[in-house]
């Protein structure tokens, strides 16, 4: 069965700093990856998918992702980063071998301080 | 932008009770899901429907959990007999596609009290 990891709780990080949330996974086909970001009380919000082919990724507000095969991960990135990019942001791995369902890592928060 | 809506915002029930949370699905979707949340905590799946029947389902969707589209636009989630533990956040997901790298579009969620 497909897993997703998300080793760090939480990620502090000065505004106009870089950022990576890191992500890591198991699966038994080939992989799915997706990042989601979720604001207080809303909704999961699609960020950014992972192209086969494309080990760099780019979606929603300047946020890209690295996908590396060797070291099953997909760590999500941000040049600089905003006060404004401050929530919880969630890993998604889909399995070709099991179906439809996305099975989400536990989350990151987030926190960019001025 | 189309969006997945979903109503009441927050439903308030007493354990034993009957609760139904209801969604409307993005026009052109295929794929509904019910995923829910607890303490924005870790986002668990429970279940997926495609071509009105259930194709995936979780182990936490027990027989206490039914699903429905009972027309063209709503896609509902009916907890039979709430327990305290069903408090959580419920979201409702749609898919245009079913393919494996089609993303997962999600409403605003129903918070679900049980007291």
């Known amino acids: 069965a497909q897993s997703v990891a998300q080793p760090e709780d939480q990620v502090n990080v000065a505004e106009g700093n870089p950022l990576t949330v890191k992500c890591t996974y198991s699966?038994?086909?080939?992989?799915?990856l997706f990042w989601y970001v979720q604001y207080p009380n809303r909704g999961l919000q699609f960020l950014l998918k992972y192209i086969t082919g494309d080990n760099l990724v780019k979606g929603s507000y300047g946020f890209e992702a690295e996908f590396n095969k060797s070291q099953t991960s997909f760590h999500l990135k941000k040049p600089s980063a905003l006060v404004s990019d401050s929530a919880l942001y969630f890993c998604a791995v889909r399995d070709d071998n099991y179906g439809q369902n996305f099975v989400f890592g536990p989350g990151t928060r987030l926190s960019v301080l001025p | 932008e189309p969006e997945v809506t979903q109503t009441p915002s927050h439903q308030v029930t007493q354990m034993g009770q009957e609760v139904i949370l209801r969604c409307v699905p993005i026009?052109?979707?295929?794929?509904f899901y019910w995923y829910r949340q607890i303490l924005g905590q870790k986002v668990e799946f429970l279940v997926s429907?495609?071509?009105?029947?259930?194709?995936?389902k979780s182990e936490i969707f027990d027989d206490q959990f039914s699903v429905e589209r009972p027309d063209g636009s709503n896609f509902t989630l009916k907890i039979r007999s709430t327990k305290l533990e069903d408090s959580a956040m419920y979201f409702c997901?749609?898919?245009?596609?079913?393919?494996?790298?089609?993303?997962?579009?999600f409403g605003n969620g129903t918070r679900l009290t049980v007291t």
């Open positions: 699966v038994s086909g080939n992989p799915y």
């Open positions: 997901a749609s898919s245009e596609l079913g393919e494996q790298n089609s993303p997962l579009h």
């Open positions: 026009s052109n979707h295929l794929y």
């Open positions: 429907f495609y071509n009105n029947e259930i194709s995936e």
